[in-house]
């Protein structure tokens, strides 16, 4: 019944298996990959034709994990998989970027690409599994694919690059690095580095892409046996030849029209272009059908052209000049941090919010439920385009630009232990024009460190274009929208002045080399430098306290038997000390425990309370306690919070006291020494010995001349 086709090797110390024919049959390619017991269903499925007037191609990929996989059911009411996870989405992307520049220039049919996490074994992550399955399942489909590729996780440890290391193993690791590409060469990249060296992070590049050559030799050796007929792709129309020679008389005026460094400006000298080229064109269905791709590929080569030529940009900078960068702190008045960054036409307002342990995120994964303390948001509203369109959730390019600062940003954070507080920035892009995500890694190491996050150094970003024909190539530091559109690659680096923390690399053209890569990393460290200097101008260090508008936290441990009376029968006591002192407080299992407050004195307040419940009372300390009874006898003393005493009446004052109520009454505050403790453990307060108005111990004159008894001794 069913025709099945399996390949194995042996990679990074696990079995890699790729096999169809049993499961989907009916999609144009279905793959299912297993490393270790980490298995994916991959599934592609194109349509055989494009639709009329399509003027893009139109790829979507979905990576979906399966709760099923790790043995868990779905939290919430319905209990099934809702809307993707943060996670889908950045792996939906890890798998579209490097397969999108491997179709045929013109294609226009539709192509839905599928990965399913059916199991997951929690030591081998998902992620480089789904892309090589992706990768064969497109390659046996007989949909017209420039591949396969090949994708790899690299760490390092101890300064020695591994393959894919298990997930256990990644916290341990100073770099998480994901890379993908050809035989050829490298087309993504995506990684998350403490500081290394460009040295280092181009070595790891190029370990991976070595790494995955035997897993390209296994997708081939599949498609041998198991590949469809390839499709016959539709030849060009006969009308692009002749738009494109009719289209030649505009470069000039295109040419001159891109010499406009403001980006307004540019692009209605360029409209007006289009407009009166279009208008020759209306008359015939066909030279207007193809009119719109062939203007766009005359602009890139009026661009692409005068770069080379002449080594001259758009805005008239050279390959490496960064444009300039104003700087702005505390730039609103009641936020914890925030910081205006603008750098050319690109601008970024960076806040940054300092909360509790209450709000932190809660994150189900399919590894297990954990809470991260750090979250970094990027929205990227319409009108900082000028434009004016549907507002909405955030999208993939959103969640992947707000990614890519957090991982630059992360390494440099400090400890939860050390810093015991959720933070949360927001990125909002109000202006854009090239690498809006370097923006906000600028923006955000300044925000932080104006909400008085301890960052040991500041972090900058940068982004690296790439223009590449047969003649030569030029890299481009610091790449405008346009040069990003019409370039062949978006190359971005962040990292402090000491080395690398982020790095992410797209190509639009099918690899690029390791000589071309170590030229880029090299002017983005130059960039990096000269950016993180400007901001020096604006802020160079953390502030020494955080913002008079975040809360206080703090830290400090009971023994964890304390913990239930902390606590109290139904939560009663932790209730009273919130309601009273108006703190947060939190309690952790360990015994840590984080007092958060705006008021120095509410803080305090909360702290000793929580001190006297948990700690013993000691002989010879003084206390301010409360009068909670009065007997013949005495008074009891409510101290430290949660503990009575008794101050026997021949220790209420100074003088014989006949009732106990001639000196105090119930309710009233008064300070008290512990002087002993009697044979049932029982406290023994005095209240005599302790200026009542200083809290000074005047137990001296006391100590000469024994105190009157109230009840004498019998005759003996």
Same mark, same amino acid.
């Given at each position: ?622 206390? /301010? !306690?409360? =009068? +909670? $009874?009065?007997? @013949? ?11 009575? &005493?008794? %101050? ?11 009732? /106990? !109520?001639? =000196? +105090? $009454?119930?309710? @009233? ?11 049932? &453990?029982? %406290? ?33």
């Amino acid at each position: 019944m069913f025709d099945v086709v399996r390949k194995e090797m042996m990679w990074g110390g696990r079995k890699l298996i790729l096999e169809t024919g049993k499961v989907a049959r009916q999609a144009d390619g279905a793959v299912m990959a297993t490393y270790g017991d980490t298995v994916v269903l991959c599934t592609v499925v194109g349509a055989k034709s494009a639709k009329p007037g399509q003027d893009f191609f139109p790829l979507t990929v979905h990576y979906q994990e399966k709760t099923f996989a790790a043995g868990k059911i779905p939290g919430g009411f319905f209990k099934r998989e809702g809307r993707p996870t943060e996670k889908e989405t950045l792996v939906s992307r890890l798998i579209d970027r490097p397969v999108r520049p491997l179709f045929p220039e013109g294609f226009r049919n539709e192509v839905q690409v599928i990965a399913t996490v059916l199991s997951h074994d929690l030591e081998n992550d998902p992620d480089i599994v789904a892309m090589v399955g992706c990768s064969a399942a497109l390659t046996i489909s007989g949909i017209p694919f420039m591949g396969p590729i090949g994708a790899a996780r690299v760490g390092v440890f101890g300064g020695e690059y591994k393959l894919n290391p298990l997930q256990t193993e990644m916290t341990a690791s100073d770099l998480d690095l994901v890379v993908a590409g050809t035989k050829d060469g490298v087309l993504m990249v995506e990684s998350e580095a403490k500081e290394l060296t460009e040295e280092v992070m181009l070595g790891a590049v190029t370990f991976g892409h070595k790494s995955f050559q035997p897993v390209i030799d296994l997708i081939i050796s599949l498609a041998e046996t198991a590949a469809k007929e390839p499709w016959a792709l539709t030849p060009p129309s006969p009308a692009v030849a002749s738009v494109k020679a009719k289209l030649a008389a505009y470069a000039a005026d295109l040419g001159k029209a891109y010499t406009d460094p403001v980006k307004f400006a540019r692009r209605d000298k360029v409209s007006a272009i289009k407009k009166a080229a279009a208008e020759q064109f209306k008359d015939n269905p066909e030279e207007a059908a193809v009119f719109g791709a062939q203007f766009e590929e005359l602009e890139a080569k009026v661009v692409r052209d005068a770069i080379l030529d002449t080594g001259k940009r758009i805005d008239g900078r050279d390959t490496k000049t960064v444009r300039p960068i104003v700087t702005e702190v505390g730039f609103l008045p009641r936020t914890h941090g925030s910081a205006l960054f603008t750098r050319g036409e690109t601008q970024g307002l960076v806040v940054t919010t300092l909360g509790t342990g209450d709000d932190e995120q809660i994150i189900d994964a399919l590894e297990g439920e954990y809470r991260e303390h750090f979250m970094l948001h990027y929205n990227f509203p319409p009108y900082s385009v000028g434009e004016a369109k549907r507002m909405g959730s955030p999208g993939r390019r959103e969640i992947g630009h707000g990614k890519l600062a957090w991982r630059a940003i992360r390494p440099l954070l400090p400890p939860k232990e050390k810093f015991p507080y959720t933070i949360r920035v927001v990125s909002e892009i109000t202006e854009s024009n090239g690498s809006s995500s370097m923006a906000t890694v600028c923006g955000t190491s300044m925000s932080l460190m104006d909400a008085g996050v301890p960052l040991p150094r500041p972090v900058a970003g940068i982004a690296m274009g790439l223009i590449k024909e047969d003649r030569g190539f030029a890299v481009l530091t610091d790449i405008l929208g346009d040069e990003d559109h019409l370039g062949d690659m978006d190359f971005k680096v962040a990292g402090t002045e000491k080395g690398v923390t982020a790095l992410q690399m797209d190509l639009k053209i099918t690899s690029i080399d390791e000589n071309i890569m170590k030229i880029a990393l090299g002017q983005a460290k130059d960039g990096r430098l000269h950016i993180l200097g400007e901001m020096a101008k604006g802020l160079n260090d953390a502030r020494t306290e955080v913002s008079k508008n975040a809360p206080r936290i703090t830290t400090f441990t009971i023994p964890k038997d304390k913990i239930r009376e902390v606590i109290g029968t139904g939560g009663k006591v932790i209730r009273e000390i919130v309601e009273v002192t108006g703190c947060k407080i939190d309690i952790e299992d360990d015994g840590t425990i984080k007092v958060a407050s705006t008021s120095e004195e509410n803080a305090k307040k909360a702290i000793d309370w929580i001190k006297g419940i948990t700690s013993e009372p000691e002989l010879n300390a003084i206390y /301010t !306690g409360k =009068v +909670v $009874k009065i007997m @013949d006898f005495g008074a009891f003393v409510n101290f430290m919070g949660s503990k009575d &005493g008794l %101050v026997h009446i021949s220790e209420l004052a100074p003088r014989r006291v006949e009732k /106990t !109520g001639d =000196v +105090v $009454k119930v309710g @009233d505050t008064v300070k008290v020494k512990l002087i002993g403790f009697d044979d049932r &453990g029982k %406290v023994k307060l005095s209240l005599r010995r302790v200026d009542q108005a200083t809290g000074a111990d005047i137990s001296e004159q006391f100590d000469k001349k024994p105190a009157p008894q109230t009840n004498p001794p019998a005759a003996q």
